[in-house]
């Protein structure tokens, strides 16, 4: 038996992935048409109900022998190809044997369960601490000012800490992907990117635009 | 509460959340002046828009004037929505604010929304303006505002802003001249030792409109540098009616116990939207251990919206006010630094 990887390559298309093939890949939804495999042509038709488009980001495919198939769960509808009998290959449109699909292994990702959100708006800095006021992002509390210590902010931000930086303050449960929950509290410095010329000229002329509308000459 | 006041009734409505302010002034015949714009902490709505539309004024037609004292962040949140929705309203703020120069910075950061606060809302003023084909209008010292003659029976009436716009307009002074009824309106104007600016600057001025003012807002929070005497005495009535807003930021809390006990000296009718410095509300447990660790300091800034309420009868004499305290507010002689 030869096993043969196949991902989905984005939302129409898949592409095979294997020691001994070439990446080829079709504009056709559901289909690989024709890939060369083994220096030979061959066709795989894939049925798009079981590759669940869009929602899986990659699936594992196995050639299997028919002895094999046995051993299959019936209850996944899959395509077969037989890849060592490659002149069947090229002689059947549609294959005989199934290409098993196998169910996809979602990749798991620490999640974050927020009890409280603040965005923060740094007033004052200090030697060892900065001034900020915080507003509730939840939108329910009322602004609240406070004296932020420097030893919990992240090392590459402390640069990021000047007046009027934004920053994004978050308190509640880390969930592993193992799992366990943990109590966490994140302080993130917003990011910018540098100004372009092209936004600034953008922005004068708006702005002349803006003065002429308003009658301000 | 909302009860709209009367045609030939005089309105003075000073909303202040703990954290900013708005002052909403009737003059008379449902002609009705926004000075800057605070956000309803409950509704996050601005206080005037919420207030005007619950007391059934139609924002369109009612609202003549929308002014913006100066551009800080306790004074403009939702000024943006307040130009907006008043659509036939003359837009009134600082020459500084309508130069190429501070436009270009505008919309150079209006082209990445939800950066800052205070860019946003003026994006929001200018977009507002240019929609509806509005020209705002610069404010300076002894310049007028605005102005009924009259007609239809209806008080002339005169808004003029009093201080130098080479930074801010500071101060408006609305003008009833039949009635006799005058407002002071300090937005947050301070002294000057130089003398050609700030309120000496005011009461030196020989070209301020003539009329002593009944009711008086409290300029910057109470504060000592932004109270001249003079003022009290060449520009207020005896024992005026006295209304200003708390301010919070950092280790500065306005009004101190000083700055109470002060204009308690120059009147009995002195009035606060809320207390300087409330209690914090508490956060769940878990929050408030992180808080605590990350923390040297941290204290609530706003809470609840204060409201002053003062009506009287144009054609009342003397003027009659009628003081309302709605949520927060309280007499200065009841507040507990």
Same mark, same amino acid.
């Given at each position: 038996m030869q096993l043969a990887r196949f991902e989905q390559y984005d939302h129409e298309r898949l592409r095979i992935a294997s020691d001994n093939s070439d990446i080829n890949d079709s504009e056709e939804e559901g289909k690989i048409i024709p890939s060369l495999y083994m220096d030979r042509k061959w066709k795989v038709i894939t049925n798009p109900d079981v590759t669940s488009y869009g929602q899986l980001t990659s699936q594992e495919c196995g050639f299997i022998t028919p002895q094999e198939e046995a051993g299959v769960d019936s209850k996944i509808n899959s395509t077969y190809i037989d890849i060592d009998n490659k002149s069947n290959l090229l002689q059947k449109e549609i294959p005989e044997s199934p290409i098993v699909w196998y169910p996809l292994k979602h990749q798991k990702t620490t999640l974050f369960t927020s009890l409280k959100k603040w965005r923060g708006v740094v007033l004052k800095t200090y030697k060892d601490c900065f001034l900020c006021r915080l507003v509730d992002q939840d939108g329910n509390s009322p602004d609240e000012e406070a004296e932020i #210590? #420097?030893?919990?902010?992240?090392d590459e931000d402390l640069q990021l800490i000047d007046i009027g930086a934004v920053f994004y303050w978050s308190i509640g449960y880390r969930i592993n992907p193992s799992g366990t929950r943990t109590k966490s509290s994140i302080i993130r410095f917003r990011r910018l990117p540098v100004w372009r010329s092209e936004e600034l000229s953008e922005a004068q002329k708006k702005a002349e635009k803006t003065l002429i509308a308003l009658g301000i000459t | 509460m909302l009860t709209p006041p009367l045609n030939e009734e005089v309105e003075i409505s000073i909303f202040g959340p703990g954290y900013g302010e708005c002052i909403l002034v009737h003059i008379g015949f449902n002609d009705w002046i926004i000075i800057d714009s605070c956000i309803s902490p409950s509704s996050k709505e601005p206080c005037a828009i919420e207030y005007l539309s619950g007391i059934g004024v139609p924002l369109d037609t009612g609202v003549k004037l929308v002014i913006a004292t100066h551009w800080h962040d306790d004074h403009i949140r939702g000024i943006g929505k307040t130009v907006n929705s008043c659509s036939n309203a003359t837009f009134v703020c600082s020459d500084g604010l309508l130069t190429k120069e501070f436009i270009t910075f505008i919309k150079a950061y209006g082209a990445r929304p939800g950066l800052t606060e205070g860019v946003n809302e003026f994006d929001i003023v200018l977009k507002s303006l240019e929609t509806s084909h509005r020209t705002p209008k610069y404010a300076s010292a002894e310049k007028a505002l605005w102005k009924r003659n009259g007609p239809n029976g209806k008080p002339p009436c005169c808004i003029t802003a009093l201080s130098p716009a080479d930074f801010a307009i500071h101060l408006a002074k609305i003008q009833l001249k039949e009635g006799d009824i005058c407002l002071l309106l300090g937005s947050d104007l301070e002294n000057s030792p130089d003398k050609r600016h700030g309120w000496a600057a005011i009461v030196d001025s020989n070209l301020r409109p003539e009329g002593i003012a009944s009711v008086f807002k409290i300029p910057h929070h109470g504060s000592k540098n932004a109270d001249l005497p003079e003022v009290w005495q060449k520009m207020l009535i005896k024992n005026p009616l006295a209304v200003m807003t708390p301010f919070s930021k950092g280790n500065v809390s306005l009004p101190t116990l000083e700055d109470v006990n002060r204009i308690k000296n120059q009147t009995s009718e002195g009035y606060i939207t809320a207390p300087p410095r409330v209690k914090r509300v508490k956060k769940p447990k878990i929050v408030e251990q992180f808080v605590k660790g990350a923390t040297k300091s941290i204290y609530q800034v706003n809470g609840f919206l204060g409201h002053i309420r003062f009506r009287a009868d144009l054609k009342s004499k003397p003027i009659d006010w009628k003081t309302e305290l709605f949520h927060s507010a309280t007499s200065l002689n009841s507040l507990k630094v």
């Open positions: #210590l #420097l030893t919990k902010i992240f | -």
